[in-house]
């Protein structure tokens, strides 16, 4: 009864995919280890879904070791989750997008997506196919664009406002079989290097830093801005992670894998219930896109009084409660109304 994934007509779906290090306390968690982030703790690799009308809900998940490197199992997870996305809207005829970050440019994770029938927004490393490919983009081909609110810089910490982007035909894994070859578009966005190679006199011509990613989209559908803003809206899976962290992912209650396992397991589908359970309630409303906390707030944690009569347990809720409208439509909505009594 609840559209998690609300669609207007030719949407796609983005699907977002990123680990994050779940950070553990003792020496007796199983599988417990540095991971990249340098915080010992487990790995959890998280598959998101969501439109510009719907908030994410989480279409996979796996918890791994801390040490494990991003990209392990990360193409399983890809087919499982487009596997689910495909039952939530069977018989769409448009293709999903997978966005992710350069820890999953690979033929594994890439290939999967493009088989599953999606297409992929994926962020490159600069090795020398990328670097050349940049080289050969002329001039007068970089396009202006302002971001109406600026934007922290990865790299640097900076925040930008404004930056140039371009794009070429490329052709990701050249070294692997024609058959496995992908062609596609490296769009490129390019900002000032404000202190390049940390010197202190000035260049004699402007630097820029470089940050590109490939994509499979057709360039008619989605143009070079247009294509940069939709991968940088990949950031939105990091509120995920924020979310289950600031709630049951706080901390893994066992020191056995498996246990813990488990415990993800029953995070997402909380995760999910929440979700579903904001958007019966308040589905035009702030509860639609709420965090799992803000839900939980107003729709779980009640403040209401139980009473007990003739077998009949009454809910007193307070007056001018502001969430009573949206209490009401859940309630309605989830349970059985009372049969109806004689007057």
Partial sequence: RAPLLQTRGGERVMVDLDDTIIEVHGYKKQGASFGYSGVRGLNALI?????????????????????TGSPKGAARIVGDALATLRRMHPGSSVRPLLRADSAFYGHGTIGTALGA??????????????????????????????YPNAIRDETTGRWISKAEVAEVPFTAFRSRKIAERVDGRLVVRRIPDLNPNKVEQPT??????????????DKQSMG???????????????????????GPLAHLPSGVFTANSAWLVLAVI???????AGLIADRAGRLARATTATIRRTLIQVPARLARSARRITLHLPEAWPWQTAFDRLFTTTHTPPPATAS
């Fill in 47 to 67: 598959a998101t879904a969501s439109t510009s009308t719907s908030a994410p809900v989480i279409v996979g998940q796996r918890l791994r070791q801390g040490k």
């Fill in 117 to 146: 029938g999606a297409d992929v927004s994926v962020t490159v490393r600069m090795d020398p196919a990328v670097k050349a490919a940049i080289a050969t983009i002329p001039d007068d081909a970089w396009e202006m664009i302002e």
């Fill in 204 to 217: 004699l011509f402007d630097v820029y830093r470089h940050h590109a990613f490939f994509t499979t989209t």
């Fill in 224 to 246: 070079t801005v247009a294509a940069d803003k939709t991968h940088r809206g990949h950031a939105i899976i990091e509120q995920v992670h924020a979310d289950l962290k600031g």
């Fill in 270 to 276: 909380a995760f999910n219930l929440t979700r579903a």
